[in-house]
């Protein structure tokens, strides 16, 4: 088996954990990194050892010893990275958004399939032990029909302001909480139903808290609420908050945070699955058991992500996180902005 070499682009905290996977993973290898801040370059290459450094991510495109790359940049520099990366021939995972709005993935979807290249949007949480056990726990049937989602992330005070305050400056974020942390709840929820394809979207938005951070530019919402529905007849109910007054049932999570709560809870005919706390809702003979549910799996989500990208890139199994559903999630967080500015509901193209 051939070894493959990487690139990551991009030397922060995703970078990192990136690194931390190919160095696990036999038969993959860290060619090279890319940054544009020396220290935190330098920090990168201390830690991880890369063959070679780059200040620009041309360059590291450049390397024809590159065989795929790993985008760990601010959303706005996604698409253009991405798509230069596959007009150099490197397959590439995208950390998530995958792009700034549906166009732009649309783009990159035709680019990937043009050249037979594997696009790969970054979701590591479709790997995570509670969501591997969920997807067996539906593939056996035992929920029956899933007919509805209920997919939260909100937070009491937790507005990121990033480097240069880019998180709350949509042209260079697209969005606010909905493509921040969202993206994670909605993805979650809707790859656990299979990902059917989204027909119509009714949302409002909202943006309420600014005062809470000091940045020159806040254009994005800190909330959003999405009703989607589904071909197959189902729904999926998003809540999403960077900050919002929560009541005292929220968790109280991280200092930054505030009270938070991530969870996602899938409806169906036979039972009702919830990942947090993991628990299986029951009918057994016309009475409602309740099943406390433990995953046994171990491994690290950033770890089997990388496997299913470096089998996806020889051929040996199917993106699990593929161009196409990048597309259609960027449909919905779409549709969602396009319903909250309209005041009605509308449809997914």
Request: hydrophobic share 45%.
């Amino acid at each position: 088996m051939r070894t493959l070499r990487f690139g990551i682009i991009g030397a922060g905290w995703p970078g990192q954990q990136h690194a931390k996977a190919i160095a696990a993973i036999p038969g993959t290898e860290l060619r090279a990194c890319s940054d544009t801040n020396d220290e935190r370059l330098q920090a990168f290459r201390h830690e991880f050892s890369p063959m070679t450094t780059f200040a620009e991510y041309h360059e590291l495109l450049a390397d024809g010893e590159i065989d795929a790359v790993i985008i760990c940049l601010p959303n706005f520099l996604h698409f253009p990275a991405s798509l230069a990366a596959l007009e150099a021939g490197k397959h590439v995972l995208c950390e998530k958004p995958p792009t700034l709005n549906a166009a732009e993935m649309k783009v990159l979807r035709d680019a990937a399939a043009k050249r037979n290249l594997v696009y790969f949007f970054g979701r590591q949480f479709r790997f995570a032990p509670a969501l591997r056990t969920a997807r067996e726990i539906i593939s056996e049937g035992k929920l029956g029909t899933i007919y509805r989602a209920r997919a939260t992330w909100v937070r009491s005070r937790g507005i990121p302001p990033g480097v240069d305050s880019w998180f709350t400056d949509k042209k260079r974020s697209g969005g606010g909480a909905l493509i921040d942390i969202g993206v994670h709840a909605l993805d979650s929820a809707w790859f656990l139903m299979g990902t059917p394809r989204p027909v119509s979207i009714s949302a409002k938005v909202f943006r309420n808290f600014a005062h809470f951070v000091n940045a020159p530019v806040f254009n994005v919402e800190d909330e959003a609420h999405a009703f989607i529905r589904f071909a197959n007849g189902s729904i999926i109910e998003l809540e999403t908050s960077w900050a919002a007054n929560l009541t005292d049932d929220t968790p109280v999570g991280p200092e930054w945070v505030g009270r938070e709560s991530n969870n996602c809870v899938l409806f169906g005919t036979k039972a009702t699955l919830r990942l947090r706390p993991f628990t299986l809702f029951e009918d057994q003979n016309g009475k409602l058991v309740t099943v406390p549910l433990q995953s046994e799996y171990t491994d690290n989500s950033f770890e089997m992500q990388l496997r299913n990208f470096a089998d996806a890139i020889r051929g040996d199994a199917a993106p699990i996180n593929n161009a196409e559903q990048a597309f259609q999630l960027m449909e919905m967080i779409d549709g969602i902005y396009a319903s909250s500015e309209l005041g009605r509901e509308v449809p997914v193209a």
